[in-house]
C-alpha cells in the first residue's frame, strides 16, 4: 500500500508537553484531506467544520464485495485509576504503520463521555504525541452523537410515565380515540407503527371502529406495571445526586409518584443500539424492540407498543454515521459510539469498523480499542460485538504498564490525584514478576478466541530495562505471540514501530477460527458462569436486592409490609418467609407479587420465560479487578462472583448482570478535572484539557 499523503512530521520535544498544548500547536488538515487519502469524495461524506465529516453508510454498498483490511483489537491489563495508555497505544500504533510502514490504516475509537472528562479520568483522544485532533472537539461535543442518544433516551422516559398516567384517568375508548384522533373527515385511522402492535396482538383488522371491546382494551391500554420499569433517564455527566430519585411529585400527578433514577448517557440502551447496528434498518428495528418493563400480566413491553420507536429513529438517523477525524501525525481516525465497558459492552461501533475495514482493504489495517481491561472490553468485543458483526480479528493487544503490574504485585494503592509511591518510580523487579500474574491470564483468556496476543508495554520515563525485559520475559512465557516495549507518548508513531511490525506478523500469521467463550444457546445462568469462571470466580451468588417500591398507595394500606424489606432483613428466605406468611393479597403472596424484582435470579426466570435467554451477555463490573472487589488486585481465584441485578437491553440484544456494587451513574471526585479546564478568551483555544 502506498504512503499516506496526508502523513505530518510532527516536531517532538522532551519533556513532553500537555496533552492540549501539543494538540493545540498543530494545524490539522481540512478533513476532505483526509477523506480524499481514503479514496472517499464529497457525495461520501457531510462536513462538521474544517476538521470532522459525518461518513455516510452509503459507503459499505458502493464497497460491497471488495476486500477487507487486517482487523486488530487492542485491550489492556487490569488498569489502575490513573489507566495504562490504551488510547494513547492505539492511535500510536496507528500512526506507526501509516505514517512509518507505508500501511494504509483506519483508527475506531469511542466517543468519550463528558462524564468522566470532567471527572476523574479526563479525556479519551490519546496522549503526549500520539492523539486524535483536535482534541478538544473529539472530548467535548464532537457532531453531537451523544446529545442524540440522551435526548432519544428521555423521549421514551417521558413517553412511558405519561402513558401510565393518561391509561390510569381514562376508558379503554377514551384511549383508543385519543391514540386514533378522526380526520378532516371524521375518519379514524391507526398510525403506521400501530400496525406494529397490532401485528404482536394478532390482530388483522385495518380500521379502530372494526376492533371488538376486547381487542380495544388489548390495544390501547398497555398497563405498564410501573415498579417493573427498568428505564431510566440519563444524561453526560457525571452526578451522583440523580442516582434514585422520585418524579410524579408535581400537584397534576398526585398519586404517581415513583422511585427511579439517571444514568450517563453513554449507559443508555441507545448507545449500545447504536454501537451494535449494522443498518439504518437495523437500527430501526432495535430502537423499536427496545424494552421498559412488563405489562401487569408479565408481558415485555416496548418502545414500538408506546409508538415512539419511529420517533427514536428520527433523532438518531445522523448518529448512525460515523465522525472521520485524524491523528497528530495525519493518519485517518473513526470516532462513533462510546460505551463504557465497566457498564455497558465498551466498544466502538459495528459500522464504523466494518466502513474501515472496507476503506484500509486487503494489507491495510484497522485498530479498534476495547474498554478498560481485557476481561471487560474485549470479552465483550468477542462474545457481543463479532457476533453481531460476523467479523473476525486477527490479533489483540494487550496493553501493560511497569506501574500497574507492580500495582497488582502488591504496590502500594494507586489513587487518582495523588503522588505516586515511590514503589512505582524506583526499580523493583521482583514486584513487577509477581504482578505479571494479571497479564499472563489476560493473555490466556485472550488467545483462547483463536487471535495471536502482542503485549504493548506502554513505557515510562521510571522504568528500567530489567523491569522490562521482566515483562516481556512474563508475557512470552505467558504465549504472547510477541512483546514490545513502546515509547508512542514521547516519540509518537516512531516510539511504535516495532509494535507494528509485530502486529503486522501475529496479522499475517494467525492460523485459528475465532472461538467465543461460550454458546448462545445455553441458559443465561451457564452463560454468566462461564465468563465468571474466566475471571477466577469459583462460582456464581444471585444475591438478594430490594425491590423498587413504587405504588405508595399500595404500601399506605399495607403497612407492616415496610418492615418486611428492612435493611437489617439479610436472608433471604426470612424475607420470603415473612411476605408469605404476613402478608396476602387475594390469592396471591407478596412474594409472588414483589418476588420478581427482588432477586437476580427471579428476573433470569422472567426473561427466560420471556424467550430472551438466547442473548449474549454483557457483565456490568468494575475495571480495577477480575473480581467484583476493586481491591483484589493480581489474579485472583476461588471468590463467589456476586450478581446483585439482572437487566435486559432487548434492541441492544444483551442480557446485562450487574457484578456487586456497580453504579450506572458515576461520581464526580473531591477535585474534578473541570478545576483546570478554562478557555483562552483571547485566541478561543481551550485549555487544561486533558
Not at 50 to 79: F, H, M, N, Q
Request: proline fraction near 5%.
Amino acid at each position: 500500500m502506498s504512503a499516506s499523503k496526508t502523513v505530518r512530521k510532527v516536531e517532538v520535544l522532551s519533556p513532553v508537553p500537555a496533552d492540549i498544548d501539543i494538540a493545540n500547536s498543530v494545524e490539522p488538515f481540512h478533513i476532505s484531506e483526509i477523506a480524499k487519502d481514503l479514496n472517499l469524495s464529497p457525495k461520501h461524506y457531510d462536513l462538521y467544520g474544517k476538521y470532522k465529516a459525518k461518513v455516510l453508510l452509503s459507503v459499505l454498498d458502493e464497497l460491497e464485495g471488495s476486500g477487507d483490511g487486517y482487523y486488530v483489537v487492542v485491550g489492556g491489563i487490569t488498569p489502575t485509576p490513573l489507566g495504562e495508555g490504551k488510547s494513547t497505544t492505539t492511535v500510536g500504533l496507528c500512526q506507526a504503520l501509516g505514517a512509518f510502514l507505508d500501511k494504509k490504516v483506519v483508527t475506531c475509537l469511542r466517543q468519550p463521555s463528558q462524564g468522566p472528562t470532567f471527572g476523574i479520568k479526563g479525556g479519551a483522544a490519546g496522549g503526549g504525541y500520539s492523539q486524535v485532533i483536535p482534541m478538544d472537539e473529539f472530548n467535548l461535543h464532537l457532531t453531537g452523537d451523544i446529545h442524540a442518544i440522551t435526548a432519544a433516551n428521555n423521549l421514551l422516559a417521558a413517553a412511558i410515565d405519561t402513558r401510565v398516567f393518561h391509561e390510569s384517568t381514562q376508558s379503554d375508548k377514551a384511549l383508543l380515540n385519543r391514540l386514533c384522533p378522526p380526520n378532516k373527515e371524521g375518519k379514524r385511522s391507526f398510525s403506521d407503527i400501530m400496525f406494529r402492535r397490532l401485528k404482536k396482538l394478532g390482530i388483522s383488522k385495518n380500521k379502530p371502529e372494526e376492533l371488538s371491546p376486547q381487542e380495544v382494551k388489548k390495544f390501547a391500554r398497555l398497563d405498564i406495571d410501573p415498579a417493573s420499569i427498568t428505564w431510566r433517564r440519563v444524561m453526560d455527566v457525571n452526578d451522583r445526586f440523580l442516582r434514585k430519585i422520585t418524579v410524579g411529585q408535581g400537584p397534576e400527578e398526585k398519586g404517581m409518584v415513583r422511585e427511579t433514577g439517571f444514568d450517563i448517557s453513554v449507559a443508555s440502551e441507545i448507545m449500545a443500539v447504536l454501537a451494535l447496528t449494522t443498518s439504518l434498518a437495523d437500527m430501526r428495528e432495535r430502537l423499536g424492540k427496545m424494552v421498559i418493563g412488563n405489562s401487569k400480566a408479565g408481558d415485555p413491553v416496548t418502545a414500538d407498543d408506546l409508538g415512539v420507536g419511529g420517533a427514536l429513529t428520527v433523532l438518531m438517523k445522523d448518529a448512525i454515521n460515523p465522525t472521520l477525524m485524524q491523528t497528530l501525525e495525519g493518519t485517518p481516525v473513526l470516532v462513533h459510539a462510546g460505551p463504557f465497558a465497566n457498564i455497558a459492552h465498551g466498544n466502538s461501533s459495528i459500522v464504523a469498523d466494518k466502513i474501515a475495514l472496507k476503506l484500509a482493504g486487503p494489507g491495510g489495517f484497522v485498530v479498534t480499542e476495547a474498554g478498560f481491561g481485557s476481561d471487560i472490553g474485549t470479552e465483550k468485543f468477542m462474545n457481543i460485538k463479532c457476533r453481531y458483526s460476523s467479523l473476525t480479528p486477527q490479533c489483540a493487544v494487550i496493553v501493560a504498564t511497569i506501574r500497574a503490574l507492580k500495582m497488582h504485585g502488591g504496590g502500594p494503592e494507586v489513587v487518582a490525584g495523588k503522588p505516586l509511591d515511590r514503589a512505582y518510580t524506583t526499580e523493583n523487579v521482583s514486584l513487577v514478576e509477581a504482578g505479571c500474574v494479571n497479564l499472563a491470564r489476560h493473555i490466556s483468556n485472550t488467545k483462547a478466541y483463536g487471535v495471536n496476543v502482542v503485549v504493548a508495554v506502554n513505557m515510562f520515563a521510571t522504568d528500567s530495562e530489567a523491569e522490562l525485559n521482566a515483562v516481556r520475559n512474563a508475557a512470552l512465557a505467558a504465549g504472547a505471540y510477541d512483546a514490545v516495549v513502546c515509547t508512542h507518548h514521547a516519540h509518537g508513531g516512531k516510539g511504535a514501530v516495532d509494535l507494528g511490525i509485530a502486529v503486522q506478523k501475529a496479522c499475517e500469521n494467525v492460523t485459528q477460527p475465532l472461538k467465543f467463550l461460550y454458546p448462545l444457546d445455553i441458559s443465561i445462568k451457564e452463560k454468566i458462569e462461564a465468563i465468571a469462571r474466566s475471571y477466577g470466580a469459583s462460582g456464581v451468588e444471585y444475591s438478594e436486592q430490594l425491590p423498587l417500591i413504587s405504588n405508595f398507595r399500595f404500601l399506605s394500606s399495607h403497612p407492616k409490609m415496610i418492615s418486611s424489606f428492612a435493611p437489617n432483613l439479610s436472608n433471604c428466605e426470612r424475607v420470603k418467609r415473612n411476605m408469605v406468611l404476613s402478608f396476602s393479597c387475594g390469592e396471591k403472596s407478596l412474594w409472588e407479587i414483589f418476588g420478581a424484582f427482588f432477586l437476580a435470579e427471579k428476573q433470569i426466570e422472567m426473561y427466560s420465560k420471556q424467550g430472551f435467554s438466547g442473548l449474549p451477555i454483557c457483565m456490568a463490573k468494575t475495571q480495577y479487578s477480575f473480581s467484583h472487589n476493586a481491591a483484589e488486585k493480581g489474579a485472583p481465584t476461588g471468590f463467589s462472583l456476586p450478581i446483585r441485578d439482572v437487566r435486559a437491553s432487548i434492541g441492544a440484544g444483551f442480557i446485562y448482570p450487574l457484578v456487586g456494587t456497580m453504579s450506572t451513574m458515576p461520581g464526580l471526585p473531591t477535585r474534578p478535572c473541570f478545576y483546570d479546564i478554562d478557555l483562552d478568551t483571547a485566541t478561543g483555544k481551550v485549555i487544561g484539557l486533558s
